[in-house]
């Protein structure tokens, strides 16, 4: 089945960028029609929707992070990506990747997740 | 934004007894064309990703257990455990995928009483 597993450094300084990577394995990123999601969740606190692109490379961004958000796909290499720039100690969470399927034209929930990776904005 | 709210924030059930715990959106998440909430369920156990339980508000995801169950239209909406078991203490969110972008509730927690 499709799996999904999250990497990228744990530490980040504040200004800089976090750059993660989402690989998936069981499947391919763009045979099919799906939504790749990256959503975060600080400690001890809830869940935050980033953003998503969908399998043609389309984006839809939350529009609290709009402005330093950009989400691509690597089909050659069977992953997509999260850039968030300017980072500040607001954005220490644990980083999941997600899919939802389509239904329609628009997206399902989100079946399949990675086990998320923790990163840190610190100087 | 969908602003979702849930209520409670914790509970406490006995082995065997029913959890029930809600939801709310700030508007509709019913799409009338196709006749479905866009509205899921996630469990959340400690250090584990959230998985996701049920969906278009009463559809279980396969292999969930038949004793989690969902329901609710429009605005509200419920998550039913009707037998608590030890492996059911998690915390649970919704989330509307009906617009971006996608928002989640601040979670219950269940635990065992």
């Known amino acids: 089945q499709v799996q999904l597993q999250e990497s990228g450094p744990g530490l980040v300084k504040p200004s800089q960028t976090l750059s993660l990577t989402c690989t998936v394995s069981?499947?391919?990123?763009?045979?099919?029609?799906?939504?790749w999601s990256w959503i975060r969740q600080p400690a001890g606190k809830g869940l935050e929707w980033i953003g998503r692109?969908?399998?043609?490379?389309?984006?839809k961004y939350n529009p609290s992070l709009k402005s330093r958000v950009t989400m691509s796909l690597d089909t050659s290499k069977n992953q997509f990506s999260l850039k968030l720039t300017s980072v500040t100690a607001a954005d220490t969470a644990v980083y999941y990747c997600a899919r939802a399927g389509e239904s329609g034209s628009s997206p399902s929930a989100m079946d399949v997740w990675g086990q998320g990776t923790k990163v840190t904005v610190s100087s | 934004d969908i602003v979702m709210t849930q209520s409670p924030d914790s509970l406490a059930v006995s082995l065997g007894e029913r959890a029930t715990i809600n939801c709310k959106s700030s508007q509709s998440v019913f799409y009338s064309s196709d006749n479905k909430n866009y509205l899921a369920w996630y469990q959340q156990k400690p250090g584990q990703p959230p998985k996701l339980l049920i969906y278009w508000a009463s559809t279980r995801e396969s292999g969930v257990p038949d004793r989690f169950s969902g329901s609710g239209s429009g605005t509200d909406f419920t998550l039913t455990i009707s037998s608590l078991q030890a492996a059911d203490v998690a915390v649970y969110y919704c989330?509307?995928?009906?617009?971006?972008?996608?928002?989640f509730g601040p979670g219950t927690k269940v635990d065992i009483k």
């Open positions: 069981g499947g391919s990123i763009s045979s099919d029609s799906y939504y």
């Open positions: 692109i969908y399998t043609s490379g389309s984006t």
């Open positions: 989330q509307q995928y009906y617009t971006t972008p996608f928002t």
